[in-house]
């Protein structure tokens, strides 16, 4: 079974940084998009960045100048630098992968912005 496992989430004051990584493993032949979204209590599942098969990102508006997705695709690994944190930027964060005719997801790992 292919698997997403995330880590590096945490509690980090505003303005500090953080970095997310998300591991797959299992049986894959190869990887098209990844990416990473957030939900926040209350609120619905949102993206946050996306990177596709030839390293292109694309990030929402909300993080762009200050996220900067990137993948290893040796190690089968989608990573994201959160700089320049803000309160609002609290969520769990779920990475995921696109393989053949199917999303994975990871379990989520969070991310607290506060002082």
């Known amino acids: 079974q292919v698997q997403l496992v995330e880590s590096g989430g945490g509690l980090v004051q505003p303005g500090g940084s953080l970095r997310l990584s998300c591991a797959a493993s299992?049986?894959?032949?190869?990887?098209?998009?990844m990416g990473w979204y957030r939900q926040a209590p209350g609120n619905q599942r949102e993206l946050v960045a996306t990177?596709?098969?030839?390293?292109?990102?694309k990030y929402a508006d909300s993080v762009a100048g200050r996220f900067t997705i990137s993948r290893d695709n040796g190690k089968k690994t989608v990573y994201l630098q959160l700089n320049s944190l803000k309160p609002e930027d609290t969520a769990v964060y779920y990475c995921?992968?696109?393989?053949?005719?199917?999303?994975?997801w990871g379990q989520g790992t969070q991310v607290t912005v506060s002082s």
């Open positions: 990177i596709a098969s030839d390293g292109s990102p």
């Open positions: 299992g049986s894959i032949f190869g990887i098209n998009a």
């Open positions: 995921y992968a696109n393989l053949i005719g199917a999303d994975y």
